[in-house]
């Protein structure tokens, strides 16, 4: 079983930026070769995917957010990070980290973003 803990939401200024934080238990071994995520559900809405990273490195991103949010990985820690720039209200949710590796899924419990105009 895989914990996954995610810090840093707030209430933000549209503009402004956030960056998320998710801390995974595990093993390095267990971490390294999980691939990432970061999704968000606004009320109302089914949860999206924002961002995403493999094992290797490579990340994805929905026009939505692409050029202003950044995925980030750091192996060594069991961490995982979402940099956010330029907020708008729209972003509005609680983002919520993914790990996937062979057959399992675990989500974090989510972090509340606000972003107000």
């Known amino acids: 079983q895989v914990q996954l803990v995610e810090s840093g939401g707030g209430l933000v200024q549209a503009g402004g930026s956030l960056r998320l934080s998710c801390a995974a238990s595990?093993?390095?071994?267990?971490?390294?070769?999980?691939?990432m995520a970061w999704y968000r559900q606004a009320p109302g809405k089914q949860r999206e995917l924002v961002a995403s990273?493999?094992?290797?490195?490579?990340?994805n991103y929905p026009d939505s957010v692409n050029g202003r949010f950044t995925i980030s990985r750091t192996n060594a820690k069991n961490m995982v990070y979402l940099q956010m720039y330029d907020l708008k209200p729209e972003d509005t949710a609680v983002y919520y980290c993914n790990a996937r590796r062979n057959s399992f899924e675990y989500w974090g419990q989510g972090t509340r973003v606000t972003v107000s105009s």
């Open positions: 595990g093993t390095r071994t267990d971490f390294s070769s999980s691939a």
């Open positions: 990273i493999t094992t290797d490195f490579s990340t």
